[in-house]
Each structure stands twice: as structure tokens, then as C-alpha cells.
């Protein structure tokens, strides 16, 4: 998966978006922050007056700045993260362009049209594309076909097929007609396309926060609100004793002991979440959809082309009793002559590569196509014979004769692996059947076992009969198919598997897929597929790949763990600091609390300064992480939960220790103090 570092990002632009977050209105939605910039303002306040009454004021100073610096930090986090999209957005901007559209005055005459600004298109105007267009408004193919470059888009310069009636009939505004013509139903009113929503997802400016981050968010404001009331006790504490701290003191406690660190993070983990989806080329309609991935527990994955490679090849060659395979072989040769399918494309290869036979169509051979009535193509050659091949119940209708019963069991045999049978015949005689296997993708077993660990169920849906489904099944290594699949069959998978409490992940690209797609916690739509599909769906492949479905569960599954990680390892922190602060604050009133610096610190106002520049710069540390992710590792809960605590749990605790007294160290060096 590719990422980019801090660096792709213009620093002047970071700097510039982190100053223009400092609004206090727009840190009310992180109330951590928000608070640390009250607290900044206040010490600055104090700072600014003693230096005018001629007080002692660069300690007081020195924490305003780190202070302020903590803010502008935990800011310049989110405007990292954020500056990551805008390249995709300008170039999806540019795509979109300034267009103008024929708008057709009857959609019956493609004649008879006037221009008119894209912008100024509504739904179910209808329009004229031609070659060379580019297509105004995302929409309904109603009529044509057309080869289609969608590069701006998917960045895939290939051409693809748009035609109406059928599952590729949806086009995307910003994309160009590269042959022929299309008439297009708008379906999206101005500012609602396609590319708009993708332009305000990859800028981040759209996203909402999900029901974790929220959980979160209130979690974080609780702690804060209880460090608050824990440092005012302090003022109480204190002056019973006769000393109370200064308020800069108290300023640099509280921000020192709330969860800055995850609070300046929390935002960049979730755009970052969404933008490596973005970069994987899926968009996600909402940082919710990312979320829900990483926890779903139900993946309901497609056979053909999705766990198989979709284009079944020949296999094996089994003649009737008294046939030879040689004659088998030669006849399955002729009859796919004219196949340009890669089903016969495959059997001419095996019939080369296993029998050493070629050859060519001979002028005058009469080709008989393959129609869903008759299920069966073939050649007719003057002077050699007529060759069929086909459904082996289709074949037997037509010869109007039963197949022996050795090549019936050759038959149920084939099925029973997973393969199905194509049955041969020359001059009304049935010479046996090919066998054409659906063959697993390599990795695909391993892909299954590694989900299987995380707790994920695999379901393989498929449209093939109980017997070629279980066979495929258990060589992939699926837990569970549905055979003969209908829409309603999904649907009804689905709905029982949340009523059993699990979230459902499922990818489709068709009408049909449309109920299901609604239905699941994730919807993985195909760029490709149609205008419903993706409307239904939560998320878009741009690459139309059903197998990013297990990729997109990964990257979900990343964001979680991330979070976690940084959550835990900023609650650690604090644990540090109270060894750093707390005998710094009260060491005058309580000697015995000397006994607490363990870090050997060098004086309190080092010790107070010291842990707020931590705090301060171990946000800045974290960012890389926060936006390329924790390593992502396909193990069981309690492991994950175990390698959490050690490196994050641990590593919080220590961190603290190690930076706090090296930046003492230097301070000290630097005559600080």
C-alpha cells in the first residue's frame, strides 16, 4: 500500500492550516485542545503582565510558548493529513472541468440538440456524448455503446464499455467518450456528483466523525474534566499547607496530565484511515463505512472472478466407452474453432498442449454461435463432419439420444469436483465431455485462513449448483457458500447474520446486488457497475476488483488498532509525567517527595518545562505513525490486545522517562536553568 511522509506536504501550507485552526470555534469540536488553547491564552495573559510589572517572567513565557506549541502541533497533525487529499482533489477538480452538454430535445432524436453548462444540468435532463466528450454529469446510458476513458477518475488509462440495459450502463462525470456515442440520463443533481462527493471525502472537509471517535471524544473530554477538578483540588491542598503554585504551574499540570497526545491525533488517525482507502482507490462514503470494516465479522465474497479467476479452462479430456481421447480432442478442437470466448480459447490450448493438435478454420465451415435457447456452438465442415459441444442435457435434447452410463458417472464426477462438463459430439454421436475447471485464484486458501484468525466468517456466493459450489468451497477454504443464489437469498443472509449480532461485509456491482448492498455494514460497490449499485453501496472500488472487499476489512482493521495503540500509549504517558511534576511542585512543602525524582532532575522549574516541551514535541513524533498506521498483523483479539500493552503500554510508560530527562539534560547544558 503506497504512502506519503510529512515531507509531501508543503510545509508553509501545514503551518498556514494549523494557525487557521487556532479559532477557538473550530477546536470546540476537540474539547482536549480546546482547553489547552484556553490554558495558553491565560498563561501568556500572566506572562505578559508580570513582564510589564517587572516580575520575573521567562519561566512563565517559556511554558506559553511550549503551551501554544502543543496546540499548533496537535493542529498541524489534522492539516497534515488533510494537505494529503488535496492533490487528488485538484486533479479530480481539473477532470471535472469547465464542460458543456448537448441536451437533447427528445431523447428519441439524437439530431436534434443545443449546448448547455454542465453546471446547469438537472436529473433526467438527457444528453448526446460523443466521441471525444466528455461526459457532462454522472448518468444512465439509455442508449449506444460506447469504449469509455475513465482515467480521471480511476487512474486506470485503459478504455472501458458503457452500454445501456445491463450492469455497465452508469457513467461518471469528467470521464471521456474515446469511440462511438451514448445518450445519458442525468442522475445527479449539480454539486451531488459522483466527483463531488469524491473531492470533499479526499479533502476531508465532508467527514464525520464516527460512533468510536465520538466514544472517544467523550472518554477524552471526561479524563479532562477530571484532571481539571484534580488540579484545582491542588489549589486547595496547597494553600492549607501555606504555598499555593502559581497558575503557570498549574497550567503546565493539567496539560501535562490530560490526553493531549491522543487528543491532537484522534482527527489525523481517521482522515488518514480514509485517505489510504482513497489511495487504494476505494472511496468510502464516510469515515463510519471505515470503521465498520474493522469490525466486521461476515464477508460474503463472489466465486467467479473473485475467489476464482472467472475464465474456466479445460482441464481434462473423458470419452464415451469405444472413443478414443485422441478423437475426443480432435472433435473438441473443431467444435471451438469459432469460440473466441477464453472457455474456448482454453480447450483449443489443452487440445495443443495435451494431444500436439492444431488448426484453423476452413473456408466454407459453417459456425453455429451459442444462443441461451440452444446452449450449444459448434462447426459444420463440408466433407469432414458437424461438430456440437455444449450443456450436456442440451447436447442429449438435441441428438435426441441418453449418454452411456460410464460417461454419465464421468459427468457427476466432474461436478462433484467443482468442474463443470461440456459434453462433445460429431455427426449426432456424443464422443464424451470436456471438463472445465473454475480455477481458485493462488493465495486465495492462505487470504481465508489469515481472515479465519481474525475472527471473520467468508461465505462464497455463487449462482452454481449445491454440488460445484461445495467442491469450489472447500478447495478455496471458504466457511460457508450459498449455491444458487437469488437477490432475495443475499438479502436474507445478511439479515440473519445481524440479527445474530455481526456486521456483514459484501461487494457487488449489479441491480440485483443493489438490496444487499443497502443491507450490509459495508457495501463494496463496482466503479463499473451500475448507478444503483453504487448508490446502495457505502463504498466505491474505482478499480472494480471484488477482491479489495478483504483489503478494505484490512485497512478498517488498521484504523481501529491505530487509534488503540496511540490512545493506550497516550494514557501511558501521563503516568510518567506524574514523577516529572508532581515532586517538582510540591518538593518546598514536602521534602520526602525528592524521593519520588527518580529521574534525578535538575530543579523543579526544569522539571515543570521539561515535560510540557515533551509533551508537546512526542505529538509531532507521533504524526508519521498516526498517518501511515500500526503494522497491521491478521492475529486473535487477546494477541492483538497483548502486543498492544507490551509495545504501546510499555513504551508509553518509558518514553516519558527517557525524554523528559534528556531534554533536562539539555536545558541544563543550555543554561537554562
Avoid: C
Amino acid at each position: 500500500m503506497h504512502t506519503q511522509t510529512m515531507a509531501a506536504v508543503p510545509l508553509s501550507r501545514v503551518v498556514l492550516d494549523a494557525l487557521r485552526k487556532l479559532n477557538p470555534v473550530t477546536l470546540l469540536r476537540n474539547p482536549v485542545i480546546f482547553v489547552t488553547e484556553v490554558v495558553s491564552l491565560l498563561v501568556t495573559l500572566l506572562a505578559a503582565l508580570a513582564a510589564w510589572r517587572g516580575a520575573p517572567w521567562a519561566f512563565q513565557a517559556g511554558i506559553a510558548v511550549w503551551l501554544w506549541l502543543t496546540v499548533l502541533f496537535a493542529n498541524a497533525a489534522e492539516a497534515v493529513a488533510e494537505g494529503r487529499g488535496r492533490a487528488r482533489a485538484e486533479s479530480l477538480r481539473r477532470a471535472r472541468g469547465e464542460t458543456r452538454a448537448k441536451l437533447l430535445a427528445r431523447p428519441d432524436d439524437r439530431a436534434l440538440w443545443h449546448w448547455r453548462d454542465a453546471p446547469e444540468l438537472r436529473e433526467n435532463d438527457v444528453v448526446l456524448v460523443e466521441a471525444g466528450d466528455l461526459v457532462p454529469a454522472d448518468g444512465e446510458v439509455i442508449q449506444g455503446i460506447a469504449s469509455v476513458n475513465e482515467a480521471a477518475v480511476t487512474g486506470e488509462s485503459a478504455p472501458v464499455i458503457r452500454e445501456s440495459g445491463g450492469d455497465r450502463s452508469a457513467v461518471t462525470g469528467g470521464t471521456l467518450v474515446v469511440s462511438d456515442w451514448l445518450v445519458v440520463r442525468v442522475t445527479a443533481a449539480p454539486g451531488n456528483s459522483f466527483l463531488d462527493r469524491m473531492i470533499a471525502l479526499v479533502e476531508g472537509a465532508s467527514r464525520q466523525k464516527t460512533p468510536n471517535e465520538i466514544a472517544l471524544d467523550i472518554l477524552l473530554a471526561g479524563l479532562t474534566i477530571v484532571f481539571l477538578v484534580a488540579v484545582a483540588s491542588v489549589v486547595g491542598l496547597a494553600s492549607f499547607n501555606g504555598v499555593a503554585p502559581s497558575v503557570p504551574v498549574l497550567a503546565a499540570l493539567l496539560v501535562t496530565l490530560i490526553p493531549t497526545t491522543i487528543g491532537g491525533l484522534l482527527s489525523a488517525i481517521g482522515i488518514a484511515g480514509m485517505d489510504r482507502l482513497v489511495r487504494f482507490n476505494v472511496v468510502a462514503t464516510s469515515g463510519r463505512a471505515v470503521e465498520a470494516a474493522g469490525d466486521v465479522d461476515v464477508l460474503l465474497l463472489d466465486k467467479t472472478g473473485t475467489i476464482t479467476l472467472g475464465n474456466r479452462q479445460a482441464a481434462g479430456f473423458f470419452a464415451a466407452p469405444g472413443v478414443a481421447e485422441a478423437e475426443l480432442a480432435q472433435a473438441a478442437l473443431l467444435a471451438s474453432l469459432a469460440d473466441e470466448t477464453p472457455e474456448g480459447r482454453s480447450i483449443l490450448a489443452y487440445a495443443r498442449e495435451r494431444h500436439g493438435l492444431t488448426a484453423t478454420r476452413p473456408e466454407g465451415a459453417t459456425v453455429v454461435p451459442f444462443t441461451a435457447q440452444t446452449r450449444l456452438s459448434g462447426l459444420d465442415i463440408p466433407g469432414q463432419g458437424s461438430f456440437r459441444k455444449g450443456a450436456v442435457d442440451s447436447l442429449s435434447r438435441a441428438l435426441g439420444i441418453e449418454p452411456p452410463a460410464a460417461l454419465k458417472e464421468a459427468v457427476e464426477r466432474i461436478a462433484r469436483a467443482g468442474a463443470t462438463p461440456l459434453a462433445v459430439s460429431r455427426d449426432g454421436r456424443m464422443l464424451g465431455v470436456i471438463e472445465l475447471k473454475d480455477i481458485v485464484k493462488p493465495g486465495m486458501r492462505a487470504r481465508f485462513d489469515a481472515l479465519r484468525r481474525m475472527g471473520i466468517r467468508t461465505v462464497m456466493v455463487t449462482g452454481d449448483n449445491r454440488l460445484t459450489a461445495a467442491a469450489i468451497a472447500a478447495e478455496a477454504g471458504v466457511d460457508d457458500f450459498i449455491a444458487e443464489a437469488t437477490p432475495e437469498d443475499k438479502l436474507a443472509y445478511i439479515r440473519n447474520a445481524q440479527k445474530e449480532g455481526r456486521l456483514v461485509a459484501m461487494a457487488g456491482d449489479g441491480t440485483n446486488d443493489a438490496p444487499a448492498l443497502a443491507q450490509a455494514d459495508v457495501g463494496l460497490a463496482m466503479q463499473t457497475g451500475t448507478q444503483a449499485a453504487r448508490e446502495a453501496g457505502n463504498m466505491v472500488d474505482l478499480d472494480s476488483d471484488p477482491t479489495k472487499l478483504i483489503e478494505v476489512v484490512e485497512i478498517g482493521k488498521q484504523l481501529l488498532i491505530t487509534r488503540g495503540a496511540l490512545t493506550t500509549f497516550s494514557i501511558a504517558n501521563d503516568v510518567a509525567k506524574y514523577f516529572a511534576i508532581l515532586p517538582a511542585i510540591f518538593v518546598a512543602q514536602y521534602p520526602g517527595l525528592a524521593a519520588l525524582n527518580v529521574m534525578g532532575l535538575a530543579s523543579p522549574e526544569s522539571a515543570i518545562l521539561s515535560a510540557v516541551i515533551f509533551n508537546a514535541l512526542i505529538i509531532v513524533a507521533l504524526v508519521p505513525l498516526a498517518l501511515r498506521g500500526v503494522r497491521y498483523a491478521p492475529v486473535g483479539a487477546a494477541a492483538l490486545l497483548r502486543r498492544n500493552l507490551l509495545i504501546y503500554g510499555l513504551g508509553g510508560v518509558a518514553a516519558p522517562f527517557i525524554g523528559i530527562k534528556l531534554i533536562d539534560l539539555l536545558l541544563s547544558v543550555m543554561g537554562v536553568f
